[in-house]
């Protein structure tokens, strides 16, 4: 399954169902469910006035500190369900666009990259996040590994922790 990596307290906040919003300069065309991967690093953020008064009113553990939030590792799974421009959740990340006096077409303002807004829905917050997973840039293929050998585990193992190969649980393949 593909898998997008985040920075916190992004990741954390798309895979408790918080942000419904990834903000990226590229657009997607992929369409379905991915991981939502902790990156090793925390982000620099600031939140906007309505964001604050969203995570102070939501029943979490959100506070102002995110250090303590896992990093490195798969921590949910979201749905990508659509990529576009200038969303209206308060965590879309705006354009802004200059009107043509002549032709009265929008255009981008000179200067400016795409942010485009990658819309999430239907997230899963993991119990006990999949630990110790080096992400990627883009969308990349996350596969799971025995603990013990190395070994590549069957695509059908995608249960929460650590889980050994059959060889290393001494089971029949």
Known sequence: MKALSIKQPWATLIAHGIKDIENRTWRTKFRGRIFIHASAKAAIYQFTDKQTT?????????????????????????????????HESIWAEQMAFDKCPDTG???????QKYIWNWVLENPVLYDKPI????????????????????????KSCFCEGDIECAGCLYLPY
């Open 131 to 154: 630990e110790n997973v080096k992400g990627a840039l883009s969308l990349w293929e996350y596969t799971r590994h025995c603990p013990t050998c190395n070994k590549e585990l069957p």
């Open 54 to 86: 969203v995570l102070h009113n939501t029943p979490t553990i959100f506070r102002d500190n995110f250090d303590d939030h896992v990093f490195s590792a798969i921590i949910g799974e979201v749905d990508i369900v659509d990529c576009v421009l200038n």
């Open 105 to 111: 077409i929008h255009i981008l303002r000179k200067g």
